[in-house]
């Protein structure tokens, strides 16, 4: 009976806080032409400079892996795929911050499965020498900064209101003057057992080879939202391509 009882307490507190954060934090997410983002309608996720790269795409490590993981194109002038949001907690049409958002790619999947983003967990690493998993945190780290593949990666194949699929986007002021915003994980807003109340920024990796892929990391990766639908306002257009 404690037992039911102090999980009945776990969710009811998880469900107040997660409504207390929402409630706290609504402005609205807007596109690069200053239009508000919509749910269902496609946009680019693109780097808010320049110099970074180009937008976030889908890509596979080998011919036939699946899920595909979520990337960044090399080349500024790519925009990448088109990806729409979703709200989980409440049925709007408008993304506002801070609110948990379901990620989906509007494109066709090889893989024949879910297109919406999950963090995955990757496998604890190996040594290449003698493969034998290590043991030490110490060790794992260093062998997973040689790799460049985030551990914490984010691939298609994810389910809608699920932890691993919980996303939220939320405003910063990188350059002030110019809207960008950043993208983060939070699993305690979709029913997450854990608690830990925490949202971690989701930002660009980048592997030996200078491959950037998207994963949970400590760094700020300031984002645009740019409308498949319309064109890149001149504002920011200019904006982005002058930010060296």
Same mark, same amino acid.
């Given at each position: 009976m404690n037992k039911i009882i102090s999980f009945l307490v776990f969710h009811i507190f998880i469900f107040t806080t997660t409504q207390s954060l929402l409630s706290?934090?609504?402005?609205?997410?807007?596109?690069?032409?200053?239009?508000?983002?919509?749910?269902?309608?496609?946009?680019?996720?693109?780097?808010?400079?320049?110099?970074?790269?180009?937008?976030?795409?889908?890509?596979?490590?080998?011919?036939?892996?699946?899920?595909?993981?979520?990337?960044?194109?090399?080349?500024?002038?790519?925009?990448?795929?088109?990806?729409?949001?979703?709200?989980?907690?409440l049925d709007e049409e408008i993304i506002r911050g801070a609110y948990p958002v379901s990620i989906e790619a509007d494109?066709?999947?090889?893989?024949?499965?879910?297109?919406?983003?999950?963090v995955t967990t990757a496998a604890a690493a190996k040594d290449d020498d003698n493969d034998e998993l290590l043991t030490n945190n110490k060790d794992k780290k260093k062998k997973e900064d040689d790799k460049g593949v985030p551990v914490h990666s984010v691939t298609t194949g994810g389910e809608f209101n699920k932890p691993e699929s919980c996303f939220q986007i939320v405003e910063d002021d990188v350059m002030p003057g110019l809207?960008?915003?950043? /993208?983060?994980?939070?699993?305690?807003?979709? &029913?997450?057992?854990?608690?830990?109340? @925490?949202? =971690?920024? *989701?930002? /660009?990796?980048?592997?030996?080879?200078?491959? &950037?892929?998207?994963?949970?990391?400590? @760094?700020? =990766?300031? *984002?645009?939202?740019?409308?498949?639908?319309?064109?890149?306002?001149?504002?920011?257009?200019?904006?982005?391509?002058?930010?060296?």
């Open positions: 706290a934090a609504s402005g609205t997410i807007h596109d690069s032409g200053g239009t508000k983002l919509l749910r269902g309608i496609p946009y680019y996720i693109l780097p808010l400079l320049r110099s970074s790269g180009g937008g976030l795409t889908l890509t596979r490590n080998t011919k036939d892996a699946c899920p595909l993981n979520v990337t960044q194109e090399s080349f500024e002038v790519n925009y990448g795929s088109p990806f729409t949001f979703t709200p989980i907690v494109v066709t999947n090889p893989c024949h499965g879910s297109n919406i983003w999950k809207r960008s915003y950043q /993208i983060q994980h939070c699993p305690f807003k979709c &029913g997450s057992q854990s608690t830990d109340l @925490a949202c =971690y920024n *989701v930002g /660009i990796v980048r592997d030996a080879d200078g491959k &950037g892929y998207l994963g949970r990391t400590d @760094a700020i =990766y300031p *984002v645009v939202f740019m409308n498949c639908l319309g064109t890149f306002s001149q504002s920011v257009k200019i904006s982005r391509l002058s930010a060296e």
